[in-house]
């Protein structure tokens, strides 16, 4: 909880100088995350409309002019290509590596998307008294490929991904109100307990994440996650692609309060 | 207000069979309406961006494929070439003329955005007490060119179009607290009183529509309008356009209920 309180800019700092390179759930509380990914540009209109047409899981905060790294909206000036504690490059549909770093793979023909991350509202279920088990146990949030069909579009198509926080049964209404008032960094839950129905087998084995303890008389609830579309990349196969790591955000400067009732 | 409880399908065969042919508001309570923008796919890319960047004027509701002129999701199966009571066409950024249908302009390269329309909440707005003057007067909605820019994306760059409807003093408060909770079809004004703050300069003499009365202890209340994009043609200049005519709006078979919880 060291960065609870930082300010955007100090963190992102920090990750360009590799300072910090894990998850960054629990930093930078009240101020909205992103999921990012990065295509050319002959894949841009498609991804455009998946985003369009899978609003849940891909709420798009911004997307950047061809060629450009810089972001102007959610983090004006900030490069997109080192604000970031993790990268990975998908060829393919195949994942290449993990980069702390990729100014060196920027391209004139890439196009940056950001897309909102539920750890943007874990700082407003702490206010309320809801508790977050991934940042008490320092680790990051689990997250599980789903059967939820995502709306396909042109190239794109494949299954919703989702993160998983354990409520206490009594807290789980107070949950759902206080997430579904955020729809721009993901909103309410798509499900809540019985993790077989969205065809998730074994919780103990998250796909992306670590494992958290579900205590007694917990459920575990699933939040649609901007996983997804890295998810879809496995399916669809572009040629090429950039993401973050799942859990290893852009923190951006707009407050989620903005999100929520615009800017001026 | 014939046709305020009438079912969407019913009004579009109408329409289709060109019995009714004027403004759409008032009619079918509690669904949503929509704005119609149809451009070659070249385009296509630079104004999806248009709107993930202009939320407030532009929200988008469906984008649809290529070539196809059947709707998907907001009315299944509707032909979006004949189910709109007129339509504008658009060359080089000037109107050429209106028709009551355009189904001998359609072509493989085109594709449709429909865009939420604030006729989708006045039903709601009368619910509450709030008056609709112009569905009061049997006329068209007045709208207005502003100085509000938009944030520019590719070739399209322009201002805002706002709708009016003067507003009791006393229920303004009401006014944005019901508009603003449906941010899917323009959510809460962008203005409130003084017309020459946002470059209005004789609310006498809309830009679109009709003028309607402002009675005494009433101001004038100004939303975000789907028209926006037909200003932002007429500045960009597209080789060719199909929109719909201003207030002559598509009506869908999705409650605006749908769009404020998501569809299950």
């Known amino acids: 909880m060291d960065y609870f309180y930082a300010k955007p800019k ?5 990750i360009a100088a590799q300072e910090i390179t894990g998850p960054t759930a629990g930093m930078c509380a009240g101020y909205a995350q992103a999921n990012l990914v990065i295509l050319p540009k002959k894949y841009a209109y498609d991804f455009l ?24 909206t959610m983090a004006p000036g900030c490069d997109i ?15 290449q590596g993990e980069y702390s770093e990729i100014s060196s ?4 023909d890439l196009v940056s998307f950001l897309i909102g991350c539920s750890f943007s509202f874990e ?11 991934h940042i008490e146990e320092k680790c990051n949030v689990p997250m599980y490929k789903t059967n939820i069909p995502c709306q396909s579009a042109g190239v794109f198509r494949g299954n919703m991904v989702v993160s998983m926080r354990p409520i206490p049964y009594q807290q789980v209404s107070k949950a759902v109100m206080v997430t579904g ?4 960094v993901h909103g309410a839950p798509v499900h809540i307990g019985a993790p077989e129905q969205i065809g998730i087998s074994d919780l103990d084995r998250p796909d992306f994440g670590d494992m958290v303890t579900i205590r007694p008389g917990e ?15 496995m399916e669809s196969k572009p040629d090429f692609c950039i993401t973050h790591a799942p859990g290893h955000m852009l923190i951006t400067d707009v407050r989620n309060i903005e999100l ?5």
């Open 219 to 233: 459920v575990p609830v699933f939040w649609p996650c901007g996983v997804t579309p890295q998810n879809v990349i």
């Open 81 to 95: 290509t080192k604000e970031i504690p993790k990268y990975r490059i998908y060829k393919n549909g195949e994942l």
């Open 181 to 184: 008032a955020m729809p721009r």
């Open 105 to 108: 793979f920027w391209r004139e």
């Open 10 to 14: 100090d963190i992102r700092n920090r």
């Open 260 to 264: 929520k009732y615009g800017s001026d």
């Open 49 to 72: 409309l998946f985003t369009q047409r899978n609003p849940r899981s891909c709420p798009l905060l911004e997307v950047g002019d061809m060629g450009d790294p810089f972001l102007k």
């Open 123 to 133: 700082a407003e279920m702490l206010e309320t008294g809801i508790p977050v088990r």
